[in-house]
């Protein structure tokens, strides 16, 4: 399985971005799809995440500005951002856990950089 993450851009505050990630190969045995991020000096954190069954939960800076949709034809999972705030600024990770011979694996997408501008 292989990860590749776009859409990160450059938007003003109160703007909105989707972060798309695409995954190629065999991802039906998915356990749980998962965004995070990590800005300048800080530890990586977790966004939100979406499990098979399709149950969200977010991170608390969230406020409900976020959401985790999946185009399961397509093998996209997507981030999307409403109501950007500076803070938000930071290289986002897409995390996709599958499960591989019984096994939790877990494979990550490069980051993508989204910025946001006061």
């Known amino acids: 399985v292989q990860l590749q993450a776009s859409g990160g851009g450059l938007v003003q505050a109160g703007g909105s971005l989707t972060l798309t990630c695409a995954a190629s190969?065999?991802?039906?045995?998915?356990?749980?799809i998962t965004w995070y991020r990590q800005a300048p000096g800080k530890q990586r954190e977790l966004v939100g995440t979406?499990?098979?069954?399709?149950?969200?939960s977010y991170a608390a800076f969230v406020e409900g500005r976020f959401a985790i949709p999946m185009d399961n034809a397509k093998n996209l999972l997507y981030l999307q951002m409403n109501n950007l705030k500076p803070e938000d600024t930071a290289l986002y990770y897409c995390?996709?856990?599958?499960?591989?011979?019984?096994?939790?694996?877990?494979?990550w997408g490069h980051g993508t950089q989204v910025t946001v501008s006061s």
């Open positions: 979406m499990t098979k069954t399709g149950a969200t």
């Open positions: 995390n996709l856990a599958i499960w591989r011979l019984g096994i939790r694996t877990d494979y």
């Open positions: 190969g065999d991802i039906s045995s998915i356990i749980a």
